[in-house]
């Protein structure tokens, strides 16, 4: 089964697996409630499930999806290359972790491995901490500047072209690691232990 909001990726992907590599496609989903609902009805082997969709994005469609259905093979295949979507994404259990640049070959292997109960070790590394060792990684260091300069979580997303539910995970690590009640007391707290400077300059100037 594909599940993907975008009905060009579905339809190519459908073409390459089937008439290349000999795989049955017995669903397709453009959302994650969709998705759901299909799964009842063809039980697949292996679920290609995107991460960035509308309504019900593809982290929350494998939790629902693996609450009901434990033994449910799902393949993470994306675009995002977020540290933090592979992070989730594997906790919630995804059998593996491929961003859309992977080759046909290497994602008809890993179908095939996840169809045999294997789990595909993600090949994206985690988000680097900086060389300090201080407490924010550098990405959590860019998205509590663009909170100093007063951007909504959307605004951010848009702006490191993440995901807005990656940006809320940033926010909440930050708050957490900062101890802060909220946005303005993490940005203070920010000053005060040099990860902000004043002479920060507003984000596309």
């Given amino acids: 089964m594909l599940v993907d909001d975008h009905p060009v990726m579905r339809v190519g ?7 290349n590599h000999g795989f049955r496609i017995v669903a397709q989903a453009d959302d994650g409630r969709s998705a759901l609902a299909l799964w009842r009805q063809h039980r697949p082997d292996v679920c290609l499930l995107d991460v960035s969709m509308e309504r019900m994005d593809g982290i929350e469609t494998l939790r629902r999806l693996r609450a009901e259905f434990p033994e449910a093979r799902v393949l993470m295949l994306t675009s995002s290359k977020a540290g933090e979507d592979m992070s989730l994404a594997m906790q919630a259990g995804a ?15 890993a179908i095939r491995a996840v169809h045999r109960g ?12 900086l060389a300090t060792d201080g407490p924010l990684s550098q990405r959590e260091i860019e998205v509590l500047g663009l909170i100093r300069q007063g951007f909504s979580n959307d605004e951010i997303a848009r702006l490191l072209g993440i995901s807005e539910r990656t940006v809320r995970a940033h926010v909440t690590a930050i708050l957490a690691t900062l101890s802060a009640a909220d946005r303005a ?14 002479s920060s300059k507003k984000a596309g100037s």
Avoid: C, W
């Fill in 118 to 129: 294997e789990t595909i070790g993600p090949q994206m590394p985690a988000p680097p901490k």
């Fill in 95 to 109: 059998r593996g972790y491929l961003t859309t640049t992977v080759r046909h070959d290497e994602l008809a292997a």
């Fill in 13 to 19: 992907l459908a073409n390459v697996l089937s008439l």
């Fill in 185 to 198: 007391q993490a940005v203070a707290i920010g000053f005060e232990l040099g990860l902000l400077k004043l």
